[in-house]
């Protein structure tokens, strides 16, 4: 049984930095194109970053570009998102997910494409 578990989400000042954490386990990480996704309050869910099995190709949504980093950890079966300068407009639950049918090289955006999801954590940017 494949299981999603954040962690690392918490409350930060806006220009602050935190990293979330997610966990993989039930099958190696390598077998899947990773994500996260965020939805905030009333808001549909929204795209933050995707990152392909291989590893070597990103993607992020706008809101976030240059200010977040996805990252994966293979060996150890995390992955990662490092986010910088915060701002109040990125409070929102965010949540990791795997995709199992992903191409090496592809890191897809749509949420559509994701199998299995974590259950969340929580990030909230005052200002």
């Known amino acids: 049984q494949v299981q999603l578990l954040e962690s690392g989400g918490g409350l930060v000042q806006a220009g602050g930095s935190l990293r979330l954490s997610c966990a993989v386990s039930?099958?190696?990480?390598?077998?899947?194109?990773m994500a996260w996704f965020r939805r905030a309050p009333g808001k549909d869910r929204e795209f933050v970053a995707s990152?392909?099995?291989?590893?070597?190709?990103?993607n992020y949504g706008d809101s976030v570009k240059g200010r977040f980093t996805i990252s994966r950890d293979t060996a150890n079966n995390m992955v990662y998102l490092q986010m910088n300068n915060l701002k109040p407009e990125d409070t929102a639950a965010y949540s990791c997910?795997?995709?199992?049918?992903?191409?090496?090289?592809?890191?897809?955006?749509?949420?559509?494409?994701?199998?299995?999801w974590g259950q969340g954590t929580q990030v909230t940017v005052s200002s």
């Open positions: 039930g099958r190696p990480l390598s077998t899947f194109a």
């Open positions: 997910a795997a995709d199992r049918n992903a191409h090496f090289d592809y890191a897809n955006p749509d949420s559509a494409a994701y199998h299995y």
């Open positions: 990152i392909s099995r291989s590893g070597r190709n990103t």
